[in-house]
């Protein structure tokens, strides 16, 4: 594509994947995952959540990469650049980032504060009820979340690669080691890990429904930032060197490890020290926001004064982590603003992260209780309503908007040529997008079964959410996707591995806006 290279853009392919899953792995795997699994059924959540990951967070995310790759360019000129219709596209990556950055900065403030308190007495740590009472204050987590902000902020002015690059090369293995290590101890407790890896592992798909399945697909898009513009901008900082099909596939495998080995920590530790948690009615609260900062500092407390240094080390980790989030949320945002608004960068950086913190106020004290729980949306808490309506409504549309837009726009020719995705296939590798075996596979998951999956079950979930008005019996809606994805798996099989010629004109195969000679090339290898 562009001979110059950009100056900010990531040097290697490692570089890039760690600076990726820098931003994937954050506390979508740490807290969300492991609450939403108590919510829907363990296994059964766990198992829908792959399935999720496979057929649509991979294609996704190598779709949304391609974008920006192809356009090195921020999301809006990313879609413009696809087609010169799509730009409003683009405004869901606004959006979205800041709506997510008002509460993810508030549980970046829950962090920072479990990791200045780790010294506390072991009473203290061990207590439940401790993490109730501090975000039931309205004044400490707002403390925390402004410094959570002003730090998001301070790294921001230091630029992509400094910033980021840097710190995920050093942080992403660092943490996961830490995880590990905690999931090990965990393991070890002895008596009642049975039971909390029983509970984990067991799948119940009563709690499921398809209220889950949504939710597991909201999971996947947030947990590998989908969806939202993010891995736009982040393809943006690529060059051709770099292979974006290993690259998707490493950082979807490296987040969802990240994911499971947290759910074993928690799940262990729940079982050994509130076994009855999994009855009705315990301290713990499952199934809600707080479970990760409930848990794990009994774990911490149970190691004595060695846990206080490992609490230290999880939860500053971890906010690292949140923070190269946050950045770069924020650096979509801002990207936007100082592009539409002409300003400077620093000023655009501060504005935003001010806006966000005024929001995120409300959110604290909607979360915790203060003023008694009257600060709802909707009747929820403003933190599960921002983050409901941004994983299941606001992301799927936009990872959808990505698949339909690399399945759809980039190749020129009539309609009934590019129904066929092997037409699709070649006009992407056309415009340099190389995916070796798995580029026809890739084909007809983007232009078909991705963005399908992704709507019906969309659809079902709504149907499901709003239950009154659903019909009583959704198992026909089981049999309406089992056959879908048995259909998507026949046409894969039939065109990556069967269908070899493809049939149209050589003249009008290719007209793509940039033909290069690699075409001939191209319709010879096609054998
Ligand atoms: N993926 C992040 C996590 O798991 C959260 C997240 C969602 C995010 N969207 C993002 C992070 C955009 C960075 C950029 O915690």
New binding site residues.
């Given amino acids: 594509m562009s001979e110059t290279k950009k100056k900010n853009g990531f040097a290697s392919s490692i570089g890039f994947i760690l600076a990726a899953a820098g ?7 740490l807290w ?1 995952f492991p609450y939403k699994t108590a919510k829907y059924g363990g296994a059964a959540f766990v198992f829908v959540y792959i399935l999720c990951v496979l057929f649509i967070g991979v294609v996704a995310l190598v779709a949304e990469v391609y974008l920006g790759r192809r356009s090195h360019a921020n999301t809006i000129t990313a879609y413009k650049k696809a087609n010169k219709n799509l730009g409003w596209a683009g405004m869901l990556a606004v959006i ?2 800041t709506f ?1 950055i008002c509460y ?1 900065s508030v549980l970046g403030g829950w962090t920072v504060r479990f990791s200045v308190n780790s010294f506390q007495s072991n009473e203290t740590l061990s207590n439940a009820n401790s993490f109730g009472s501090f975000i039931s204050n309205p004044y400490t987590p707002v403390l925390f979340t402004a410094i959570f902000l002003i730090m998001a902020a301070l790294i921001i002015m230091g630029g992509v690669k400094e910033g980021i690059e840097k710190a995920s090369k050093v942080l992403m293995p660092a943490l996961f080691i830490i995880v590990v290590l905690i999931a090990v101890y965990a393991l070890c407790l002895g008596e009642g890990v049975a039971e909390g890896l029983n509970f984990y592992l067991n799948p119940d798909f009563t709690k499921l429904g398809f209220e889950g399945v949504l939710a597991a697909m909201g999971q996947a898009f ?4 989908l969806g ?1 513009g ?1 891995m736009i901008a982040y393809g943006s900082y690529t060059g051709e060197e770099i292979k974006i099909g290993k690259s998707a596939i490493m950082i979807c495998v490296f ?1 969802t490890l990240v994911a499971l080995i947290a759910g074993l920590a928690i799940f262990s530790s729940i079982g050994h020290f509130n076994p009855d948690a999994f009855k009705e009615g315990s301290g713990v609260a499952l199934q809600s926001v707080g479970l990760m900062y409930q848990t794990l500092p009994q774990v911490f407390a149970s190691l004595g004064g060695v846990g206080k240094v490992v609490s230290f080390l999880f939860f500053a980790m971890v906010t690292i ?2 923070l ?3 950045i ?2 924020l650096e979509v945002a801002t990207q936007f603003v100082i592009q539409k608004f002409k300003i400077k960068r620093r000023k655009a950086t501060l504005l935003l992260a001010l806006i966000c913190f005024i929001v995120s106020i409300p959110v604290t004290w909607s979360v915790g209780g203060a003023f008694d729980g009257a600060i709802t949306l909707f009747g929820f808490d403003m933190l599960t309503f921002f983050d409901e309506i941004t994983n299941t409504a606001l992301m799927p549309v936009g990872a959808c908007i990505s698949c339909i837009t690399i399945g759809w726009f980039i190749e020129k020719g009539s309609f009934k040529q590019r129904m066929n995705p092997m037409h699709t296939y070649r006009a992407l590798e056309e415009d340099g997008l190389n995916l070796g075996a798995t580029g026809k596979i890739f084909a007809v998951m983007v232009k078909y079964v991705t963005p399908i999956l992704i709507m019906l079950l969309e659809v079902f979930g709504i149907i499901a959410k709003f239950g009154e008005y659903a019909p009583k019996n959704l198992n026909f809606v089981w049999v309406i996707l089992g056959a879908t994805l048995l259909m998507a798996t026949g046409i894969i099989v039939y065109f990556a591995f069967f269908r070899n010629s493809y049939t149209g004109t050589n003249e009008d195969e290719f007209l793509l806006e940039k033909p290069r000679d690699k075409t001939q090339t191209l319709s010879a290898q096609n054998k």
């Fill in positions: 931003s994937a792995v954050g506390l979508g795997n969300g979205i980032p997510i993810y947030y947990s590998l930032s939202m993010i987040d982590a949140a190269t989030s946050v770069s949320l």
